[in-house]
């Protein structure tokens, strides 16, 4: 089946600087990839939406300079986060869409992001 | 705007027992809907897919059923396993939204052995 991949799994970072979180498709090519952000004992939140070959699509309240999306390929999104503080501290997820659609989204195993 | 709502919202009981963990949702036209598994710390597991056209699903000791009209899903857990502690995630695809997925707070599930 599809496998969506996620990293790092973890990361530690000082305020202020910046992380990048990778969201990779193994085995199978994926137009549309989508990022979340969970913090603890509440729901997924969508971020954005990642298209490749073109800017990323950003949710309502999101600050697209400051979570830096680019999906440069049809296996891989990248999400950036730019001087990072504590109240960034979450986990994140992404997840893909296949190239044939069906409404199936297949998610990573997500990354776990403590600023300190 | 679509909303999820699951209920309980946590749950503790001790193995073998059968489990019910409910589902509703305020949009009735949604192109399926899915149950994922999420366990501390780590992503979503996909468990089962129903169709909008269909009733139910089955894998293994899981069931899932599906009252599109009434906005209901319930997932059905079979002689529970201490493995089966996790969270459950209830997630219709109505197509509002860039995913088109709204997801619950989920079920947080303890079995205990």
């Known amino acids: 089946g599809a496998v969506v991949s996620q990293h790092p799994s973890w990361v530690i970072c000082k305020s202020g600087t910046s992380v990048k979180i990778e969201c990779r498709s193994l085995?199978?090519?994926?137009?549309?990839m989508f990022w979340y952000r969970q913090f603890p004992k509440q729901s997924l939140m969508l971020m954005a939406t990642s298209n490749e070959g073109s800017k990323a699509t950003y949710e309502q309240g999101v600050e697209k300079d400051k979570f830096l999306i680019n999906h440069a390929s049809l296996t891989l999104s990248t999400l950036t986060v730019t001087s990072a503080h504590p109240e960034d501290s979450s986990f994140y997820i992404c997840?893909?869409?296949?190239?044939?659609?069906?409404?199936?989204?297949?998610f990573g195993a997500g990354s776990r992001l403590t600023v300190l | 705007k679509q909303e999820v709502t699951q209920i309980p919202a946590a749950l503790s009981v001790p193995e073998g027992e059968n489990l019910v963990l409910n589902c509703s949702f305020t949009d009735s036209a949604i192109y399926n809907l899915q149950w994922f598994r999420q366990d501390p710390g780590k992503g979503l597991t996909s468990l089962l897919l129903i169709q909008s056209s269909q009733r139910e699903q089955t894998s293994g000791r899981l069931n899932a059923s599906l009252d599109k009209s009434s906005g209901r899903s319930t997932l059905y857990i079979a002689a529970s396993q201490p493995g089966d502690s996790a969270t459950y995630l209830c997630?219709?695809?109505?197509?509002?939204?860039?995913?088109?997925?709204?997801f619950g707070k989920g079920t947080h599930l303890i079995i205990q052995p």
């Open positions: 085995d199978f090519q994926a137009t549309t």
């Open positions: 997840s893909a869409m296949t190239v044939s659609g069906a409404n199936v989204l297949t």
């Open positions: 997630a219709p695809h109505s197509g509002g939204g860039a995913d088109g997925l709204t």
